[in-house]
């Protein structure tokens, strides 16, 4: 399938041209491909680098930088239903109008049931439902052996990920410019929802981690035309590249139809698990093992293409 070019919108050129620095986004399409532990390891290699966690609903590249947090920071979004019972008539129109079931027979409303679309509150006869802001998750601001972070953690069953997405991406590019930092690696999340479409726009390259399986072949197509539709240069390595040769190969043939350049296949190598019970990246735990020299590599690659 080939992948359709898209201009670059008004609002992503403003947004490199008023920060001025470069943003690598590393994404995968789907979990399990090992993303995290390559753009630590990444991220080991880098010099005057700030990095970003994107994965808010799942946020694990902590686990591998150990980061020491500075300032921490409430993340408010959406509203949730409250029904005052002393005003509430009972005339049953806000459990006819709710789609998720949230309000029960006596009037309460189910916090984890209520998605916060505020139907309830708009056409509620008596006015009687209010709907305050929730606190949703906490941001940090840290540091790292390599560098500064930015990263989130989302409260269970919460929404609005896409919002809190582009707030540490935000931050992260405000403490950058702060700290005269020249690039940015951000750890996007999987799949290709609003999280990810929140960490792509306005990047300055695409790097895409996938694995030699069908379902790797197929997200990595999915995550390769979001790119195209934002206008982000996209790039490919191909991690656990041993596992499969046959669909390595079908990797390599669909890069290279669309333009994608594969920067390198990493064997696979217990290494990586090792290196993650320890808090580590496969660099700093096994520099001398193939895994680290291909990743090496790929950098160099990177900085080439970054410019």
């Known amino acids: ?99 998720w079931n949230a309000i029960d027979e006596t009037f309460k409303v189910d916090p984890v049931a209520c998605e916060g679309c505020g139907v309830c509150v708009w056409f509620c006869p008596e006015k009687a439902i209010d709907f305050p802001i929730k606190t949703c998750g906490q941001w940090f ?60 726009g306005g990047a300055s390259a695409l790097l895409i981690v996938t694995e030699p399986t069908v ?3 197929h997200d990595m197509d999915r995550v390769a035309q979001l790119a195209a539709h934002f206008n982000v240069p996209a790039m490919v390595c191909v991690n656990k590249c041993d596992l499969n040769d046959a669909m390595t190969g079908k990797i390599e043939a669909y890069a290279e139809k669309n333009g994608l350049p594969v920067l390198g296949k990493i064997p696979f190598d217990p290494a990586f698990v090792e290196a993650m019970v320890q808090g580590l990246t496969v660099l700093e735990f096994k520099p001398t093992s193939q895994a680290a020299r291909v990743i090496e590599d790929i950098w160099q690659k990177v900085e080439e293409r970054l410019g």
Do not use: W
């Not at 630590?40 to 994107?54: G, P, R, Y």
């Open 141 to 200: 601001v840290s540091d790292t052996r390599f560098g500064p972070l930015v990263h989130a953690r989302l409260g269970i069953a919460e929404e609005n990920s896409g919002k809190l997405v582009t707030l540490v991406r935000q931050e992260v590019k405000r403490l950058a410019e702060e700290q005269g930092r020249g690039l940015i690696i951000t750890d996007g999340p999987p799949g290709v929802g609003c999280p990810v479409i929140a960490s792509l």
């Open 1 to 99: 399938m080939s992948i359709p070019g898209k201009p670059g919108s008004t609002c992503v050129r403003l947004l490199k041209e008023n920060y001025g620095m470069k943003e690598l986004v590393v994404l995968s399409g789907k979990g399990g491909t090992g993303k995290t532990s390559i753009m630590a390891s990444l991220a080991s290699l880098a010099e005057n680098s700030a990095f970003c966690d994107a994965d808010v609903d799942a946020a694990d590249l902590h686990l591998l930088l150990n980061p020491e947090i500075r300032t921490r920071n409430d993340f408010s979004g959406g509203g949730q239903a409250v029904i005052r019972s002393e005003q509430c008539t009972g005339c049953g129109v806000c459990r006819e109008l709710c789609n």
């Open 215 to 217: 379902s790797g072949l």
